[in-house]
């Protein structure tokens, strides 16, 4: 059973940056693509960032170019360094294995991170 941890989260001012942290277990972390998602109050959960287990990587629009999704295999960790933060990215984040044709999140969700952008 895969399980996920997210941390690194919290309260920055806009213009800041952080870097959360997703530790995996459960499944061979090397071989799975893996994601991070975000969900603002009120909102449905959305896809922000990917990265195979190639290293390619890929964004959604409106993180493209501020955000930077990595990985460390020996760690079986997947990072999301997050600079130039708006108040629009206060969500909670989360990471998940993304498998099949789609590349649908597979696991269930961990209990996420918060982060806040706010002056």
């Known amino acids: 059973q895969v399980q996920l941890v997210e941390s690194g989260g919290g309260l920055v001012q806009p213009g800041g940056s952080l870097r959360l942290s997703c530790a995996a277990s459960g499944t061979i972390f090397s071989i799975e693509n893996m994601g991070w998602y975000r969900q603002a109050p009120g909102k449905q959960r959305e896809w922000v960032a990917a990265?195979?287990?190639?290293?390619?990587?890929n964004y959604a629009d409106s993180v493209k170019g501020r955000f930077t999704i990595s990985r460390d295999n020996a760690k079986n960790t997947v990072y999301l360094q997050m600079n130039s933060l708006k108040p629009e990215d206060t969500a909670v984040y989360y990471c998940?294995?993304?498998?099949?044709?789609?590349?649908?999140?597979?696991?269930?969700w961990g209990q996420g991170t918060q982060v806040t952008v706010s002056s």
């Open positions: 990265i195979t287990s190639g290293g390619r990587t």
């Open positions: 998940n294995v993304l498998r099949g044709v789609a590349g649908d999140p597979f696991a269930s």
